[in-house]
């Protein structure tokens, strides 16, 4: 894989077309790209970096000539990771002539959407969301995902409690939409391993966590697993759990280690200890040339996530299935197209992660292996993989549907 180069002027060859006539159909002169990104929602905290990659990856398209010889036009949209607002949303971005649509949104949103991906033909694409149901039946013909579905985070949590024969988990979660999505298929899964004594849960601008974490506590939990989208709430989780219970393993779902910015925030320490559900490992050569050049666009110390890799994977599959169908304006060639990539090495996950899809597996990832667990140390930074437990990356058994 070649060193990026970014082309500042380039930048404002993405548009937002939004306030464009509609066009209904995708037309033949240039591709236009959808995006549903939450910029000012719930999840907005994680949308945001996914969809400034993918601005940066569209740009750096066109630079190398766009896709299959024609110039790529980005029009975005905002549901503000609101479910209700998703469906009206997805309609807007079609009418706008898109060809796919990338969904930078909550997961609870992105499980919206696919009636609508179904009814207009048009394919979706999920950088970012969690839960299985995105993209597996009913009505996913069209809707597909990049991230490891939430079955695997189970298997990968149900591991690690094992291996440290933990016995009772209670959860603290945020009240969002994408949360309360994620707990529906997560929690019966990890019951499958784990006694869940309690799940507490509090508004997602709560100024206050003591009383819900120590509510939680009266249950005596051995271990304790945090739900949020990130930002203040988990913050405020991890600094009351370290403050009330420190001798207790604490686990996160992936938002903390996506989010670099709000570390420097936590309390001194009370994010040491602390294990969450990464995707990208060391010793993956496609993300260390990601961040090389993502550092020539968003900043000399960046310091890339897997919303960047999986936002980036997202727009590369894209472009895989365009090139496949031969063309953008054929809504069954493309979706037959996307259902035909096969082991695309991955940019997140662990060097040997592929991705893949077929008309019955529309989640990406070929294994387990796009799942690493990241352990912080005292200085409130991520020190690498949690020596205690790794999922297994042997071979591709692992891969939901197989």
Known sequence: MRKFRAVPWLMASVLALAGCANVQTPVADYIVIGMDEDSTGPGASYATIAGSTVRATIDKLNAEGGIAGKQVRLVVENDESSPTNTPSIIRKIVDQGA??????????????????????????????????????????????MVPNPLAQ???VYCGAFEQQGKTRLGIVAD????????????????????????????????????????????????????ASVGGNFELMAQNTLHRLAPGVQRFSLASIGNQPKSWALA?????????????????????????????????????????????????????????????????????????????????????????????????APDSVCGLVLIEFGPNNQPTGPWPEYQPDCGNRKDRVGE
């Open 99 to 144: 060809s796919a649509i990338i969904l930078a949104t909550g997961s609870g949103s992105a499980l919206q959407a696919k009636q609508v991906s179904r009814s207009t033909r048009i394919p979706t694409i999920a950088p970012i969301a969690l839960t299985d149901a995105v993209a597996n039946a009913p009505d996913n013909e069209y809707a597909y």
């Open 153 to 155: 985070y189970a298997e």
């Open 175 to 226: 009240s969002s939409p994408a949360i309360s999505g994620i707990l529906a298929t997560l929690s019966p899964k990890l019951t499958e391993c784990i006694e869940i004594v309690s799940t507490q849960k509090a508004a997602i601008d709560t100024a206050d966590l003591t009383a819900s974490v120590s509510r939680l506590l009266e249950y005596q939990p051995d271990v304790v697993l945090v």
């Open 267 to 363: 309390q001194p320490g009370s994010l040491d200890g602390l294990v969450y559900m990464g995707s990208l490992a060391p010793d993956n050569p496609r993300t260390a040339e990601l961040q090389d050049w993502l550092r020539t666009i968003k900043g000399p110390d960046y310091s890339v996530t897997a919303y960047d890799a999986q936002a980036y994977d997202s727009v590369m599959l894209i472009k895989r299935a365009i090139e496949i169908a031969g063309t953008h304006t054929d809504p069954e060639l493309l979706n037959s197209a996307f259902q035909q990539i096969q082991e695309v090495p991955a940019t997140f996950g662990q060097s040997a992660l592929t991705l893949s899809l077929s008309p019955e597996q529309h989640i």
